[in-house]
């Protein structure tokens, strides 16, 4: 069983192949990047997995069970999480509410037009476990365009995690950040049990290698090279793709 | 807990005063001027959940009011009595509303806004062309009020307490959205639709609720004006109409409850009382727009709000010896 499988996945827009006969198998529990340079088609490829944006042709399959055709939505359901590149969050709301709102993205609750949200003690200690899982607790009454950009990210993963995903996309988690708050990124997406299977997109090669054990190298759209760490570093096809020769 | 007490307080007074207005305003022509606020305040709240929370601005709510209204009225005409009359063009607004949402929800921004525009002006298109259904721009006379539990509601001041009880019924309705799970979904999918999709949440499906629950206040608030003026005719659902309604919401404050019925004060009492002494009287109805758009972009309520802060904040840094600025305790 794989947990999360692409199978000859194409896209365009207009006449620009941005995914181009992708297969991707990733097993349970496996820590997955994916590199490429700008304008590989990664995010384009996320927003295919997730279902943003439906593919020409080809499959996304989540343990083996064909959701190309299930809206997006119902996929979160299905127990895919994914966080932006460019940040995506509730400005006008604290950061408590932000964590609260992914978590009523999965309950019936949220359809519900007369409770008062903010007497829901149980959904309102998980929002706080989860904030409190990337060392955010004590700030959660802050509100979100009060905060820093390192603190935005680490929101981005908490909301991510909060919904207990059982895979997980990672989308340049690193971008922006400091080297310190790489680190504490670095260590949280540590703590992740291994029954969450994450596929991570980063440019940022030496903290990104570290938490890989497979590598899959896009360019323009294809799968140039796949395999463990060491053998796609080794790879001509990589020096080639990032250098130039 | 000082703020939550002194709530409590604002709350009862502004009760109080609305229902013994009728006894210190005394005359007939003011306390329906009140009524007639109760009912623009009703159809403001009802827009305003969808264009305060809902991020979606739409210029043809005038239609939904409208079809209320002449659903209401005919069925009136035909001889049916007035509850059965009422429900009936509650569920024909609710219907409507559902067709208005269908269609316009395929879309966000101007393209929401152009489509119901477009739909608000078939609406009237119906209303003044097809004359053997709406008699034209004759309009339809309603002969009568109702009169629940055997209290009739011809007089202002009854009507008046009607309309008062209607008002207040959509306020806690408004206020139960506001807090709920529901309400907080749907402020979600203004500020970041597709974050919202990939949490789980049906974003279409919240939309077409809440455009359900904004279609059904703004038909009550339809049947209250054809009550309170015993006719419906074209005007009601003309362009203008739904301009109105929405200034009244943007003027107040959108997403804000207080806001709307500010907004729905200021424009019915500039057309009914300030248009007695100065002819030009939407002249100056522009100018206080344009006031409140200078001064207080977010509207007057929580323009009015910032600045008394400000003002408050002023004056004790005046007062006290030059110290830090305390962190405030957050917005209302």
Known sequence: ?245 | MREAYLRYVAVAVALLCLVSLPVWIGNAYYINIASQILLFAVFALALNVLVGYGGLVSLGHAGLFAIAGYAGALMLQAGHGHLVSDLAAIAVTLAASAVFAVLALRSTGIGFLMITLALGQIVWGVAYRWASLTNGDNGINVNSRPAPFGLSLAGAEAFYFASLIVFLLAVVTMVLFVRSPFGASLRGTRDQARRMTALGYNVWLIRFLAFLFSGFWSGVAGLLFIYYNQFVSPQVAALQASAEVLLMVISGGTATLLGPIAGAAIVVVMKNVVSAYIVRWNLVLGVIFIAIITFMPEGLVPGSVRLWRLGWGALRTRASVPSLRVQGDGAP
């Open chain 1, 1 to 245: 069983m794989t947990a999360l499988a692409v199978k000859g996945l194409c896209k365009s827009f207009g006449g620009l192949r941005v995914t181009a006969e992708v297969n991707l198998a990733v097993e349970p529990g496996e820590r997955r990047l994916i590199i490429g340079p700008n304008g590989a088609g990664k995010t384009t490829l996320f927003n295919l997995i997730t279902g943003e944006i439906a593919p020409d042709s080809g499959s996304v399959l989540l343990f083996d069970r064909d959701i190309t055709r299930v809206p997006c939505h119902r996929r979160a359901h299905l127990g895919m999480a994914r966080t932006y590149q460019i940040i995506t969050l509730f400005p006008r709301d604290t950061i408590l509410r932000n964590a609260l709102l992914a978590l009523l993205g999965l309950s019936g609750l949220r359809w519900d037009p007369l409770r008062d949200l903010d007497q829901e003690r149980e959904l309102v200690e998980r929002a706080g476990a989860a904030l409190a899982r990337v060392g955010l607790d004590h700030i959660g009454h802050r509100l979100l365009s009060e905060t820093s950009y390192g603190e935005r990210r680490r929101v981005e993963i908490a909301m991510a995690l909060a919904q207990a995903p059982k895979v997980l996309l990672l989308d340049e988690p690193f971008a922006g950040l400091s080297i310190d708050e790489r680190g504490d990124v670095q260590r949280l997406l540590q703590t992740i049990p291994r029954d969450v299977t994450i596929v991570m997109i980063e440019h940022n090669m030496d903290v990104a290698l570290d938490f890989a054990e497979r590598i899959t190298l896009l360019h323009f759209g294809e799968v140039v090279v796949e395999g463990t760490r060491a053998e796609v570093v080794a790879d001509p096809r990589t020096r080639e793709v990032y250098l130039g020769h």
